[in-house]
């Protein structure tokens, strides 16, 4: 399964006709995301979402609190990457971080679930409003805390697993928005599941 498409060319006419730029590059909340749309009406494949990660690498700086050497790594707060929204995402997800392990590790919770939600949004609008969703991108060209789906020396994260998870042909998914949940069925022809019964078990973020 790719967890990221990638585009040889994507020239004016290219963008024009066959995608659509209007989605978001930043932290988004997750309820709504599956009614939420383009600005656009658009059949077209979406583009441009994405969600910064953590790795990082500072030499002989403090690892933490984050400072400024992160920067190098594309922890910008302006520009596309906006990481003030992502860090407000985990901190009122799971309470703000103490420690660069804790910090790391709850970023992979919230990059697991929004990776999930976004391609839980486009199979639920499935060919209504969107034909596919391109992630930008699917790694770094070095070590860099945002935009991808595995890391430059090839370490995957939550975010490729949300993605495949999000993406299994026989999928169970709950609009956050209404909790009212739905069976993607898209599995070739011959293997439709048919008369399935869905259970569920909740879980608290220990996992208990």
């Known amino acids: 399964m790719a967890t990221g498409l990638v585009l040889r060319m994507a020239t004016g006419v290219a963008q024009r006709e066959f995608l659509s730029t209007a989605s978001p590059q ?53 520009g596309n990457q906006r990481v003030g929204t992502y860090q407000a995402a985990i901190d009122a997800r799971l309470g703000e971080s103490g420690s660069l392990g804790e910090f790391a590790a709850r970023a992979q919770f919230v990059n697991y679930e929004s990776h999930r939600a976004m391609f839980e949004a486009w199979n639920a609008n499935l060919w209504q409003d969107a034909t596919g969703l391109l992630l930008w991108m699917s790694h770094p060209a070095w070590h860099s805390t945002v935009w991808q789906t595995y890391d430059y020396d090839l370490d995957v994260n939550g975010a490729h697993y949300g993605a495949r ?37 909740a879980y608290n973020s220990a996992g208990n």
């Open 26 to 78: 930043v932290a988004q909340a997750l309820a709504g995301l599956l009614n939420s749309g383009c600005t656009e009406p658009t059949r077209r494949a979406r583009t441009g979402r994405g969600q910064p990660r953590v790795r990082n690498l500072v030499g002989d700086a403090p690892q933490w609190p984050i400072g400024e050497v992160w920067n190098y790594h594309d922890w910008s707060t302006i």
């Open 165 to 201: 998870k999000g993406c299994e042909p026989l999928h169970v998914q709950a609009d956050p928005g209404t909790w009212q949940v739905g069976v993607v069925n898209q599995p070739a022809r011959s293997g439709l599941a048919r008369q399935v019964k869905v259970t569920a078990q």
